[in-house]
């Protein structure tokens, strides 16, 4: 157990739907990362958050987006869904830098 | 292009038969690189951190290095436990923040 935890496990909505996916960092981390794991893809940074602000972008979509609250969990906002979504998404927090960035279980999403 | 690939795709051992993995990286500012674990269906799990050329890391049969091209990751006596998809990232430094960049991964089964 990475002491990162992830809401929802699974997730099945429908084509042009919007979901939120949340974070809760390890206890002390300040920052989050967001990452997307598809078969075609592999794991692909989407977003980085530090201590409440924006600190680096990947290869994000624009119908995505993120945010990082004051008590530091973090929740990544997927909209006008599309089946190519469907992925597995994960978080991981670190204290700071990302030099041992620990990853939470995932979310599963479909999109049908 | 930040550009990261890992030979074998898929690599089959039998028990106590050592052998390495690789990583090879183009990339342009490069912060560090990254070795992870991960298992089936759950999230990465982080193995090593090496900044510079000549950095070498280890952790119980593992042993990572780092040259100005590529990683290796060494597996002296594998046992069963260790079969998993190991994979390498890249932190390579840009104008806003950082990019990450993960290669495909090395499926890694090792036989009693």
């Known amino acids: 157990d990475s002491g990162v935890t992830q809401t929802p496990k699974h997730l099945i909505t429908a084509t042009g739907q919007r979901v939120t996916l949340r974070c809760s960092p390890r206890s002390g981390d300040l920052s989050v990362y967001w990452y997307q794991q598809s078969l075609d893809q592999g794991l692909q940074f989407l977003i980085q958050?530090?201590?409440?602000?924006?600190?680096a972008k990947g290869n994000i979509l624009e119908r995505f987006s993120a945010q990082q609250f004051p008590d530091l969990h973090s929740e990544l906002n997927l909209s006008s869904l599309e089946l190519g979504d469907s992925a597995l998404y994960f978080c991981a927090s670190s204290v700071a830098g990302p030099d041992e960035q620990y990853f939470g279980p995932g979310t599963r999403l479909t999109v049908t | 292009e930040d550009q990261v690939t890992q030979s074998p795709e898929a690599l089959r051992l039998q028990e106590g038969e050592s052998s390495s993995l690789n990583c090879s990286y183009t990339v342009s500012g490069l912060r560090g690189l990254f070795w992870y674990r991960q298992d089936p269906g759950k999230g990465p799990e982080f193995l090593f951190t090496?900044?510079?050329a000549g950095e070498e890391k280890e952790k119980e049969r593992l042993k990572a290095t780092l040259t100005k091209k590529e990683s290796f990751l060494h597996i002296t006596a594998p046992k069963p436990e260790d079969s998993a998809t190991y994979l390498c990232a890249v932190q390579a430094l840009r104008n806003y923040g950082q990019n990450f960049v993960f290669g495909p991964g090395t499926r890694l089964s090792v036989l009693p």
């Open positions: 958050y530090y201590n409440g602000e924006e600190r």
């Open positions: 090496l900044y510079s």
